[in-house]
């Protein structure tokens, strides 16, 4: 698990360096088979090392390492058990926090919102590392790669720590753009025509632009 709890503390350093996360605030997880390495609790992520993170078992059981997992363990483990997902990334991005704090949804206004699955859900509020905030959280993802969490933040899941991480960004930019888009007037939402003509083109191998 050693190359696994470095590529964490990478992905880490990532997320404090472009300011997805504040302090000790935001966890990164990543599983392979039964194990999961996640980042621990009461550490900066941008000061993490590899010993830091400890390994457990998808039940929760501390495998090795010296320091307490995450508070939001429960939330990670209920989405690999849910989820195909080997990896996830949660944050407290600015603007995916403004979004998640006064909207129930983040509309398709840019049609790369298909990339994380569409419509992006918020997740329902519930108290940090509870079994319902996790149960809020599995809800909010079904069908999708990411989902903002109600007066919270962000999470995202991938099949690698790198496509959880992008997921993440992206997810960030559409919640600025949207932001954004609101200081010069209503934003315009992409309708259903709009986003199937999008996937219509892309599955004929004509690309993103």
Not at 9 to 27: D, E, F, K, Q
Not at 104 to 124: D, F, M, S
Not at 149 to 171: K, Q, W, Y
């Amino acid at each position: 698990m050693m190359e696994l709890q470095k590529e964490l503390c990478r992905y880490g350093h990532r997320a404090a360096a472009l300011g997805l996360v504040i302090g000790t605030s935001g966890n990164l997880s990543v599983r392979r088979d039964s194990l999961v390495t996640v980042t621990p609790s009461g550490v900066a992520l941008d000061a993490l090392t590899p010993d830091d993170c400890p390994v457990l078992t998808l039940h929760g059981e501390i495998v090795s390492g010296a320091r307490a997992p995450s508070s939001e363990t429960p939330m990670h483990l209920a989405l690999y058990k849910a989820t195909g997902a080997q990896a996830v990334v949660h944050t407290h991005a600015m603007f995916g926090t403004v979004v998640a704090s006064t909207l129930t949804e983040l509309p398709p206004i840019h049609y790369n919102a298909l990339l994380l699955g569409g419509t992006v859900r918020v997740a329902e509020y519930a108290t940090y590392g509870t079994p319902e905030l996790a149960a809020h959280v599995v809800e909010a993802l079904h069908g999708r790669q990411a989902a903002l969490m109600a007066n919270h933040g962000s999470v995202s899941i991938g099949r690698t720590l790198e496509e959880a991480f992008e997921a993440t960004r992206l997810l960030e930019w559409l919640c600025e753009v949207y932001v954004r888009a609101l200081g010069v007037g209503a934003p315009r939402v992409l309708t259903e025509d709009e986003l199937v003509a999008v996937i219509e083109r892309a599955s004929k191998g004509s690309g993103n632009a």
